[in-house]
Every structure is written in structure tokens, then in C-alpha cells.
């Protein structure tokens, strides 16, 4: 399994490709549960958009704002709170949020896959306890969580997205399949691929930028960009900045 998630770096020259004139983006990667984290990247792009020309700048998240990290529930709370707000952020829904969903729509084998991959510490987050964690079979937890996640929450990841493209970019959660144009390309693919997709060497319809997969550092390749560094472990949450033909980097690594 960790042999999965975790992928070795290799160098490689920064992509080409840009955003049209007047857009400014800031993509977030996996935050995994890591509300501390999220509030000092978030307080780094603020002070980084203001240093900057003003523009119409917007947050993408990547996905996966919950499971592993102790604080999923108020991951959750805080980018709704976020959606509400002045600032434009849009949300690409991660193979986790889609489990978490299907688990509370009754989905019994869903439930138990989402305790294996993190769920615990999710369900946790949302004030059920350890004891009536560990004492509750599947269907009584499962009461436990309709009883104890807000309406406001389901239905806000109900509204995430699969797939964003503004510009040469592309903006997915996993990845997408190769050979396959972006309009056609599997909801499970965008949430859920991995090999396929990070083992093809020639480029994509668009550069994609995406998350699932764990790297030390941001992954650069000619054809793809990759964000998630592994926050719910090694305190690293990490943004990428786009304008124009610029790319620049905005991690929490200093703080953890």
C-alpha cells in the first residue's frame, strides 16, 4: 500500500503552458484531515495574492480534504465557510470524499472500506466517540454518522466537481487515462487512477494538475503537475500558484 500512495521525485524541467490574461489560480493539494495546516496555507495565499497585481483570482482544491488527519470535520467546515465567502473556490470531489459519500447513503461495504483507507479518524472528527466507535457494528455506525454529520456538509460535497480546465491546464483529483479525450474521460479514472496515468510519458490533451498520488516535493513533468505531499504525515500541505506562464510554490513545511 505504501508502495502506492508514495512516489519518488525525479527532476524535470517546469511545463510550459498558461492561464489567459487576468486569472490567477492557486491549486491546493490533498489536505487529508489537516485543518492546522489548511489555516496556514490559506493565510499564505492571502498574503501572497495581495503582494501580487490584483487580479481575479480563485482557489482550487484537489480533493481528498478528509480521512487520516484528526480534523476531516473541520476541514470540511472551513472550505465551506470558504464557498460562502467573498473569495472564489471551486472543489474537485477525491476518491475519499466519494467512499465517505457512499458510506452515509447506506452503503454498508462502502463503510467498511472507508474505516480501512482513514475513515476513522473522519468519523471521529465529527464528535462520535472512541468507545461508540469501537462498540458500534456497521449499520449502528452508520446511524451514528447521519445522526452527527451536518446536511450542510453532505450536500456541499455532493457539489464538488470532477474535472476543471481553464487554460493549457487541466485540474483533476488522480489523473486521467490515457488516450482518452478530457470530455470522455470515467469519473472513476479522475478520482481513483494512479499507474496508468503517472507511468505515461507523452503529453495530454492538457497539462493536468492533480493530487491522490504522494510525493516528497511538488512532481513536474512535461505533461502533468502534481500537489500532494503528503499532509496528513509529513506536515507538508502544498499550493501551486498559476498566472499567466508562472508557476510558483507555497507549502507549509517551515511551520510543521
Same mark, same amino acid.
Given at each position: 500500500?505504501?508502495?502506492?500512495?508514495?512516489?519518488?521525485?525525479?527532476?524535470?524541467?517546469?511545463?510550459?503552458?498558461?492561464?489567459?490574461?487576468?486569472?490567477?489560480?492557486?491549486?491546493?493539494?490533498?489536505?487529508?484531515?489537516?485543518?492546522? *495546516?489548511?489555516?496556514?496555507?490559506?493565510?499564505?495565499?492571502?498574503?501572497?495574492?495581495?503582494?501580487?497585481?490584483?487580479?481575479?483570482?480563485?482557489?482550487?482544491?484537489?480533493?481528498?480534504?478528509?480521512?487520516?488527519?484528526?480534523?476531516?470535520?473541520?476541514?470540511?467546515? &472551513?472550505?465551506?465557510?470558504?464557498?460562502?465567502?467573498?473569495?472564489?473556490?471551486?472543489?474537485?470531489?477525491?476518491?475519499?470524499?466519494?467512499?465517505? *459519500?457512499?458510506? *452515509?447513503?447506506?452503503?454498508?461495504?462502502?463503510?467498511?472500506?472507508?474505516?480501512?483507507?482513514?475513515?476513522?479518524?473522519?468519523?471521529?472528527?465529527?464528535?462520535?466517540?472512541?468507545?461508540?466507535?469501537?462498540?458500534?457494528?456497521?449499520?449502528?455506525?452508520?446511524?451514528?454518522?447521519?445522526?452527527?454529520?451536518?446536511?450542510?456538509?453532505?450536500?456541499?460535497?455532493?457539489?464538488?466537481?470532477?474535472?476543471?480546465?481553464?487554460?493549457?491546464?487541466?485540474?483533476?483529483?488522480?489523473?486521467?487515462?490515457?488516450?482518452?479525450? *478530457?470530455?470522455?474521460?470515467?469519473?472513476?479514472?479522475?478520482?481513483?487512477? &494512479?499507474?496508468?496515468?503517472?507511468?505515461?510519458?507523452?503529453?495530454?490533451?492538457?497539462?493536468?494538475?492533480?493530487?491522490?498520488?504522494?510525493?516528497?516535493?511538488?512532481?513536474?513533468?512535461?505533461?502533468?503537475?502534481?500537489?500532494?505531499?503528503?499532509?496528513?504525515?509529513?506536515?507538508?500541505?502544498?499550493?501551486?500558484?498559476?498566472?499567466?506562464?508562472?508557476?510558483?510554490?507555497?507549502?507549509?513545511?517551515?511551520?510543521?
Amino acid at each position: 500500500m505504501i508502495g502506492k500512495l508514495f512516489r519518488r521525485r525525479s527532476p524535470a524541467p517546469m511545463p510550459a503552458g498558461s492561464l489567459p490574461a487576468g486569472q490567477r489560480i492557486y491549486a491546493i493539494g490533498d489536505i487529508h484531515g489537516r485543518v492546522d *495546516l489548511l489555516d496556514t496555507l490559506l493565510a499564505k495565499i492571502e498574503a501572497d495574492d495581495a503582494s501580487r497585481a490584483p487580479s481575479a483570482s480563485q482557489i482550487i482544491f484537489l480533493g481528498d480534504l478528509i480521512d487520516r488527519g484528526p480534523s476531516s470535520a473541520q476541514v470540511v467546515e &472551513r472550505a465551506l465557510q470558504m464557498a460562502e465567502g467573498p473569495r472564489r473556490c471551486r472543489f474537485l470531489l477525491g476518491n475519499h470524499e466519494e467512499v465517505f *459519500l457512499r458510506a *452515509l447513503g447506506g452503503d454498508l461495504k462502502a463503510l467498511a472500506f472507508f474505516v480501512r483507507i482513514g475513515g476513522r479518524e473522519t468519523i471521529l472528527s465529527y464528535a462520535i466517540s472512541e468507545e461508540d466507535y469501537r462498540n458500534s457494528d456497521f449499520p449502528e455506525l452508520h446511524a451514528l454518522l447521519v445522526e452527527r454529520v451536518p446536511e450542510s456538509h453532505r450536500t456541499f460535497l455532493e457539489s464538488f466537481e470532477d474535472l476543471i480546465v481553464l487554460g493549457d491546464f487541466a485540474f483533476v483529483h488522480a489523473g486521467v487515462r490515457p488516450g482518452q479525450a *478530457l470530455e470522455s474521460q470515467r469519473v472513476s479514472d479522475l478520482r481513483w487512477i &494512479r499507474h496508468e496515468f503517472l507511468d505515461h510519458r507523452d503529453g495530454f490533451e492538457k497539462i493536468i494538475v492533480h493530487g491522490h498520488t504522494i510525493f516528497d516535493e511538488v512532481e513536474l513533468r512535461q505533461h502533468r503537475i502534481g500537489l500532494d505531499t503528503g499532509a496528513y504525515s509529513s506536515g507538508k500541505l502544498t499550493a501551486m500558484g498559476f498566472e499567466g506562464q508562472q508557476r510558483w510554490v507555497l507549502d507549509t513545511a517551515i511551520e510543521a
